[in-house]
């Protein structure tokens, strides 16, 4: 049987004069379910009127990404980006289509409201593929998302 390990650390405030909720650093580590050591780090904070995500910091031994952003509520306007130093799609736990790049790293940035946001990815491939294609589509075919998308 496969070994399975999880160790949760958490620091945080709630402030009940003010409705607020700060998570000032979760760290969690994962080890097992099929994936690699996974270590989690997160910082975020909650008032009734925006969600901020300070950070979130994901690393396995070959790949690593990093994000932060925020919400806001009435108006349900993001702002977010994802930076991706690394990342080896073949090591996730995920059910990735087999054409995907081994390799990959770049940013993906989202700004708007929520119902249709802004994308852009920036994104560089190892191993030749055309990141303007989608997986598996024939050459000359390019992807649109909802909203506008730059590659």
Do not use: K, N
């Amino acid at each position: 049987m496969a070994s399975r390990q999880c160790c949760v650390t958490s620091h945080g405030t709630v402030d009940c004069r003010c409705p607020q909720v700060t998570l000032q650093d979760l760290h969690l580590q994962v080890s097992g379910f099929g994936m690699p050591r996974t270590e989690v780090q997160l910082a975020a904070q909650w008032t009734p009127s925006r969600v901020d995500l300070t950070r979130l910091h994901v690393r396995q031994p070959q790949s690593e990404l990093r994000a932060q952003g925020h919400v806001t509520l009435p108006e349900q306007q993001v702002q977010f980006r994802l930076d991706i130093p690394r990342l080896h799609t073949g090591q996730q736990p995920l059910s990735l289509p087999p054409t995907l790049p081994p390799v990959m790293q770049g940013t993906l940035t989202v700004r708007g409201h929520l119902q249709a946001p802004e994308v852009e990815a920036l994104l560089q491939y190892a191993g030749g593929a055309d990141p303007r294609r989608p997986v598996g589509a024939a050459p000359g075919a390019s992807a649109a998302l909802p909203g506008r998308a730059t590659h």
